[in-house]
């Protein structure tokens, strides 16, 4: 099977202009250069050993939610200097993250992403659908799937094992790879659930 073709979202058919994601986060620093929105993506193939986010994985619909309301959210809080994409895996759901990522550039806003794929994957003819759209849209990409027996939990390191590389595609942004993978961070919502992310963090 190509991997551009996912028999999973063929099947739930996202509705044009929307995602599928599992949570959406205010105000994270752990997340990429500075105060950032995030955005984890509902979905993701590999279920890697010791992943963090096994709640992610599956491809059912969580929570739909428009594009147009996300951008809303996100230039809705001043502090924010971009937002990043995780999930999942962001790359299932590229032509909707790669619209929101050309709205709040334009207002002057970085983006992020993680993937699961390497860069050589996602520029290949057998990449998911959308992949290049939102390559052309990132600022920062972080690639490579989690693999457990190359984990890194170190204040130097930003990525979460060996095997990942960090691409920065802006110039501006080469001196701000400041955040670890000893870094986590816990949010509580007016519901009392939790969410505790970094790259050891998980929906609680």
Excluded at 34 to 45: D, E, H, K, N
Aim: a negative charge.
């Amino acid at each position: 099977m190509a991997i551009n073709k996912n028999p999973y979202l063929e099947q739930l058919k996202i509705p044009s202009g929307y995602l599928n994601i599992m949570g959406y986060v205010d105000e994270s620093e752990v997340n990429g250069p500075g105060c950032r929105a995030v955005i984890w993506v509902q979905g993701c193939l590999r279920e890697c050993e010791g992943c963090f986010n096994t709640d992610s994985w599956s491809f059912e619909i969580n929570q739909l939610i428009s594009v147009d309301e996300l951008v809303e959210k996100i230039l809705s809080n001043p502090r924010h200097e971009g937002v990043t994409f995780s999930g999942g895996e962001p790359f299932w759901q590229g032509e909707a993250l790669a619209e929101i990522a050309r709205q709040v550039k334009a207002k002057g806003l970085n983006v992020m992403s993680f993937t699961g794929f390497t860069l050589e994957q996602l520029k290949s003819e057998s990449a998911p659908v959308g992949s290049q759209d939102l390559l052309n849209q990132l600022d920062i990409l972080i690639d490579g799937a989690y693999i457990q027996s190359q984990a890194i939990n170190s204040p130097d390191s930003p990525v979460s094992s060996r095997n990942q590389r960090v691409h920065v595609f802006n110039p501006e942004l080469e001196d701000r790879i400041t955040w670890a993978s000893d870094q986590t961070e816990i949010h509580i919502f007016k519901d009392g659930s939790r969410l505790i992310t970094g790259f050891w963090g998980k929906l609680n």
